[in-house]
């Protein structure tokens, strides 16, 4: 897929997150990075042989206990 020199990460890698943005809708939450993988703002992910990564985004803290 990717044409880049120096190829992005496949959709295999564990750096699969590192690929380049190919298509970008902030509006709707998600991308397309150069790998096929669509990536969500909640870091869910969807590789292109249709297995789901769950979202693995660490908890935020909670401001007004963490003070």
């Known amino acids: 897929m990717c ?3 120096r190829p992005c990460p496949t ?4 750096d699969r997150e590192a ?3 190919v ?3 902030p509006e709707q939450g998600w991308s397309l990075l150069c790998n096929g993988v669509l990536l ?7 590789l292109p042989d249709g ?3 769950a979202p ?3 908890p935020a803290l909670d401001v ?3 003070a």
Do not use: C, K, Y
């Open 19 to 21: 690929a380049l943005l």
């Open 56 to 58: 693995h985004r660490p």
């Open 40 to 46: 969500f703002e909640d870091t869910g992910e969807i």
């Open 51 to 53: 297995r789901i990564i």
């Open 11 to 14: 959709a295999d890698s564990a």
């Open 3 to 5: 044409q880049h020199q």
């Open 23 to 25: 298509a970008h809708h």
């Open 64 to 66: 007004m206990t963490a």
